[in-house]
């Protein structure tokens, strides 16, 4: 085989590979994708747990408070029962004395209850803002993966025809040239191929390339790997 021949089928076998290197990438940023989503929901499943613990907290410290609240008018109720009965001036100080002391332990846990309702309600308006976003997340979620399968399908369809036209094609090529192209394009994801330039460079990275070796190009007579940047150099396609 004619290298110039060579090079054309080089050429079209480096479109293919191309096309499947554009679907294989295209197929990870899908994956790339779902799996961002699924961080997104799993994220909020957290937080939503840890919302909800610190609700169920508050609204233990709430029951809590609310027996000591209990407790506290249950004491007073009987300072009022001991303060009538009192028989001197002695018993009525220590009653009056106990019974300020218990209106300040029942004023406290008043208030430390009315702190832990309104801590509850904070948790809870916090919950449903997380919980919405949280159903958002998941319908969006399943929205998309439901797309993706349908795209992936697709794409992987195009990459199953694509593998098998490129089989065909490297069957066409003798074994050193396609030797050549898969060490050329082996990590590559642009072209494995450039034209020479009309003033004799490589069309990619623009070396120089040796005045014998460009006519050994443009005869055809041998492929030429650019110095430079390492593709494989063809004739240039004239403008005529
Ligand atoms: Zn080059």
Redesign the pocket.
């Known amino acids: 085989m004619e290298a110039t021949d060579t090079v054309g089928e080089l050429i079209v076998l480096q479109e293919i590979d191309l096309e499947i290197i554009r679907i294989r990438s295209e197929l990870g940023a899908l994956e790339e994708e779902i799996e961002g989503l699924v961080t997104t929901v799993e994220e909020f499943q957290e937080r939503e747990a840890k919302v909800q613990a610190k609700l169920a907290e508050a609204d233990e410290r709430v029951r809590r408070y609310q027996r000591s609240v209990e407790a506290g008018r249950d004491i007073l109720k009987r300072l009022e029962t001991r303060s009538s009965a009192v028989e001197n001036m002695q018993q009525h100080f220590a009653v009056r004395s106990e019974t300020d002391t218990a209106r300040r332990n029942l004023k406290s846990a008043e208030d430390d209850q009315l702190s832990a309702m309104q801590e509850v309600e904070t948790f809870k308006a916090d919950l449903a803002e997380i919980t919405a976003e949280l159903d958002a997340a998941q319908a969006g979620l399943a929205t998309r993966t439901a797309e993706v399968k349908k795209s992936r399908k697709s794409l992987e369809g195009e990459l199953d025809s694509h593998t098998s036209t490129k089989e065909t094609q490297e069957e066409r090529l003798d074994g050193k040239s396609l030797r050549l192209y898969r060490t050329v394009s082996n990590g590559r994801t642009e072209s494995a191929l450039?034209s020479l330039t009309s003033d004799g460079c490589?069309?990619?990275?623009?070396?120089a390339v040796p005045k014998q070796r460009q006519a050994d190009i443009r005869a055809g007579r041998a492929l030429a790997i650019?110095?430079?940047?390492?593709?494989i150099?063809y004739p240039e396609v004239s403008d005529a």
């Open positions: 450039a490589c069309g990619r990275c623009y070396t650019c110095e430079g940047c390492g593709v150099l």
